[in-house]
């Protein structure tokens, strides 16, 4: 058991400093015991980041929630919300079943066969272990790094049910949740951040604007052609609003996701226990706060100028964007260039939204713009900061990960659309999905205006 | 004064690390001084798990507000707040004056007299202690530990709001919780926590499925017979739904209650200055969030078999029946145990629910199945991954603490309803308790369907 | 550039410290290498102590956003939520570009010129600075302490925003917002944490009763004054209630403060390297939480006395009193000193909205009762607790930073309605701002009752 724990940890150990600053990481695992942070606080304080930085990403699937209940219709909300829930649930259960050991792939499988890591030790390491033993678990608890990881891949999930929304039925949904968060985001990941191909490649993305944000826009876009947009939504070249429900709710999830983003930025330095980790963690954190600011910001004068008023879903997906564009790269840039690269992804978000319209592509919530749009311009941007980038690197991650994950979420949309159906009826859909598939409303008491 | 303090916490000493990893926690304090963390970093890193714990069962206070406001019809809502926001102050309150004393009872009343820990540093330690003087502190800040386990007493409180909502009088309730917060739950909590005869006879309850979850439940079911069922709910055989008015504030409160468990079962640990800890806490993290994870996906696919459609409502209380299920052991199983754990956890909720109702126990949240029968199953699903645990006494635990639990509450409802009353008018009722208590309503201008 | 940012983190460090425990906090700086904890590990510590205390204070902004949301009439609730995005992106910008510059103003900009830390290592230090460097940095990372003093800067402007809502035009307010964020509170400020005047003649203010919270009630008095209230609302003698839209929002928000005060008091010990500072966390946390229900519970009992029945949003309003009363010394009290000094805040609001009313002042959230009045109790109030305080040292602060706060913002207000006018037409007010500036509604499809 120790020897295939042994072996299953060095895999992961080799995977995760590679994660941005792999030799950074690595060297504080070496240069540790003679430095004058003790290897056991080294070892506690790289494992309390990633519980902290767990829990705040955790947040984010609230903030998701909240953000998507609060931009689809009302009669539409109670389902928004089983979704999110189930979503987040669904992957918890599949990512550990298969997906972390498929993204980080040289341990446990080969060894334990497959779904070991659900009754033996093979994620986890053991309970109360001892300081020797954690020699084999590298230089963090593989528990708290398995969480941590988790709540990234869920995060690629709920950025495709803001899209598909008001229309989608619900267990075709979350069949396609099982295959990304088991398979497709895995995979992709295992590239870059399992040290894989796009690794090697010296593509850089940091804490994952294209391995976890254009992902999930990537089958958020690949689901809305196929699916088509809701009804009425495009009359001949008339583009008609569908309003947001709630914007104090759609607020709120915003502010839970930038809360959050900090766990998924800051966590994704992967260690704390050395001065240069723990600062290079709070240039982390004052930098996606000034690129959310910089999105939110632009978004606001950008909708005053072009439209003669201010626009709060506007605002809201800015600091989204801008949270997006700096996921790449959050260490290097200054407080300047990290809030002009928030508020070119602010920009973006604007520009890009009637564009889609005009596409007839039916994104509900935005999150086409935000996340895959403003992930493939933070991946780019890292040229900008890093001189550790190239240009050539980025475009070639980008492509990759797009195609690999645009062409299976395609087929995997058509194969569910082909078996059981992917959207609900014409009746259901004008009814709105939770009298239709819950028998609920959100909001019962509330007379619609 | 300082032999005082040091009895005191002496006391607190010996009564803390019973919690659940008594040895473990006994072997940090000993051990540290030749272990390569130095003793005063464990103490940091120890005061930090039950901050950082601390503000994330903070947050559950808001969590049961926004479920619970979520979850009763509008005309009550506002009283709904008024409620949490009011039984959280006074259990902040009363169990300082009384209850923590009352639950790690060796030292400072019988030295200080009553109350002492109000004027003077019986409960918090003094203003910038020295590293020497903290070794009359142990291995944590006192004042870190009291508010944590503040936290969990208010917690109790919170589980009776619920399913006595929108027809029990606003002072016979916080009368109520004075009592449960500053006796029931400390006394009986002192049985297995403050170092008490259930620790000596064996029973195991981590972070407290039985000490605080079937506490609250017990109480709950106590207030819910004596109170009597809403008007109109049973109409002879049959059952009339109340739906709840706000599904999004519901589904805010569930993930609000997940993100604080984390600091509930994880901040149980009740250390995190060695590796072996550390990563216990991460073991725990990730397992909780699982058993969260199995209970709403088996809510969702038990209601969607048994009702033809999914249900929100009893998704949102499958994740919190994972969560209830997971509290007494969330660190032995594996993460495949942890999942069938809170499964089974979702499936209680979802067919115990009827059988309230077919029993016309009108529990308005549904708290009773979540935190009393899920509280019990979880307490009984110790015996299943923790050798060290035996059935016999599980079973001992849950029915020494139920029958207290409920002989107490009962009479002290029933001591109110003779006083004072304990239910508003029919009229009241009818008219909402916001008008009829408050003078004011939750959502003014929107007018009821 | 090494030597300059020096310059600029030694002052930094000279004015860091003196907030509040300015001996403790050096005497850590000094004694670590020789005491148990290593001096990285303090350098680490109190990094952390900044990033968990920031991120709680960053989520103070929803809770702002919540609790105005909730508390404004649905027809000016997106312009609400537009207004608390916008400031506090603009407040992240203009702090760093100006802000942080002039609160700690003996070091870049002498050498480095105007600006310097936007694209410069003014304000970050560089990317994996070893430990070496980090002698430079002085006991903590510049980056946590940026984003976290950075936060406090944003929460006055918050303030702002619920006294003068439903009226106020968008851009008019952000231009103030800018002014109030880059120079306003960073003069007023520096006097105090910048090591100014008032920090040598003895004034006593922990985590900002006055610095923070009088600051942002001293600028929305001058602008309640001049803006005038909002139509209809005092016909006469006779006082018409506008009662809020949505109740739990300002329960929420009212939970997530006092979630965020966690952060806001912590932090503020500004260092948790030693077994000391963090048991004095510890102490710091304890007593804001039992302040917070001393408000609480006092506003309740008060208003069912005084009006026959408890009145939430006084609750509410009283949770907070409770906060910004402890806040000028959250770590002398006793836990019973500390309810005490929150109650008699939970009092002052209960007994000030009134008088508001009386002179016609309209403060659409009692942001002035709660942050200014009950700022200017709790800075009183340290002397109390605290032996270093005295009476006339305590006072000269309040009326320094009372008197230029309330002239310069009054100025501010005076040219900004000269040149553009601060309030919307009569149409617009009666329309709502969100139809009239925004274009949009919160909840478009409620019809109102």
Redesign the interface.
């Known amino acids: 058991m120790k020897t295939i724990t042994k072996l299953g940890l060095a895999a992961a150990l080799m995977a995760l400093p590679s994660l941005g600053l792999a030799q950074?990481a690595a060297e504080v695992v070496e240069a540790a015991p003679a430095?004058?942070?003790?290897?056991?606080?080294v070892?506690?304080?790289n494992?309390?980041l990633?519980?902290?930085g767990?829990?705040?990403v955790?947040?984010m699937?609230?903030g998701f929630?909240?953000l998507e209940?609060?931009l689809v219709?009302?009669k539409n909300?109670?389902?928004q919300?089983?979704k999110?829930?189930?979503l987040?649930?669904?992957?918890?259960?599949f990512y550990?079943l298969i997906g972390y050991n498929l993204m980080y792939p040289l341990g446990t499988w080969a060894i334990d066969g497959w779904l070991s890591?659900?009754?033996?030790?093979g994620?986890?390491?053991a309970?109360?272990?001892?300081?020797d033993a954690?020699d084999d678990?590298g230089y963090a608890?593989?528990?708290?790094d398995?969480?941590f990881q988790?709540m990234f891949c869920a995060a690629t999930a709920s950025i495709v049910s803001g899209t598909l929304a008001e229309r989608i039925k619900?267990w075709p949904f979350l069949i396609f949740t099982i295959i990304l968060t088991s398979i497709i985001y895995p995979v992709s990941a295992s590239w870059k951040w399992g040290g894989g191909f796009l690794d090697a490649a010296g593509f850089l993305d940091f804490a994952g604007s294209t391995v976890v944000h254009s992902v999930g826009g990537w089958a958020a876009l690949a689901g809305a052609l196929i699916l088509g947009p809701r009804l009425g939504r495009y009359d001949g070249g008339r583009v008609n609003a569908f309003?947001?429900?709630?914007?104090?709710?759609a607020?709120?999830g915003?502010?839970?996701l930038?809360?959050g983003w900090?766990g998924f930025n800051?966590g994704s330095q992967l260690a704390?226990?050395?001065?240069?980790d723990?600062?290079?963690?709070?240039?982390i954190?004052?930098?996606t706060?000034?690129s959310?600011?910089?999105g939110?910001?632009a978004a606001?004068i950008l909708t005053?100028i072009m439209?003669g008023?201010?626009?709060?879903?506007m605002?809201?997906n800015g600091?989204l964007a801008g949270l997006v564009s700096i996921t790449a790269e959050p260490?290097?840039p200054?407080?300047?260039?990290a809030?002009i690269i928030g508020a070119i992804g602010g920009i973006i978000v604007v520009l890009v939204v009637p564009v889609l319209d005009k596409l007839k592509i039916d994104d509900v919530v935005g999150a086409i713009p935000v996340h895959l749009v403003c992930g493939i311009w933070g991946t780019i941007a890292v040229v900008f900061t890093n001189p550790d980038a190239s240009f050539g690197a980025q475009i070639y991650g980008i492509v990759v990960v797009g195609v690999f994950t645009f062409v299976v979420s395609g087929l995997v949309w058509l194969i569910l659309k082909a078996i059981m159906g992917i959207r609900v009826s014409e009746e259901d859909e004008i009814a709105g999905l939770d009298m239709a598939?819950?028998?609920?409303?959100?909001?019962?008491?509330?007379?619609?205006?």
């Open positions: 950074e430095a004058a942070v003790p290897t056991d606080t070892f506690i304080l494992t309390l990633f519980l902290i767990g829990f705040l955790f947040f699937a609230c929630a909240m209940a609060g219709r009302s909300v109670a389902m919300c089983t999110n829930v189930a987040f649930g669904l992957a918890s259960i550990y890591g659900v009754w033996g030790p994620v986890l390491e309970v109360g272990v001892t300081a954690a678990y608890s593989t528990g708290s398995f969480f988790l619900l309003p947001g429900s709630n914007l104090t709710l607020t709120l915003t502010f839970i930038w809360l900090f800051g704390m226990g050395s001065v240069g723990v600062a290079d963690v709070s240039r954190f004052s930098n706060n000034t959310a600011a910089g939110a910001v606001l005053q439209y008023k201010a626009d709060l879903t605002v809201l600091a260490l290097t200054s407080l300047g260039a809030t598939e819950l028998g609920m409303e959100a909001y019962p008491e509330f007379s619609k205006g």
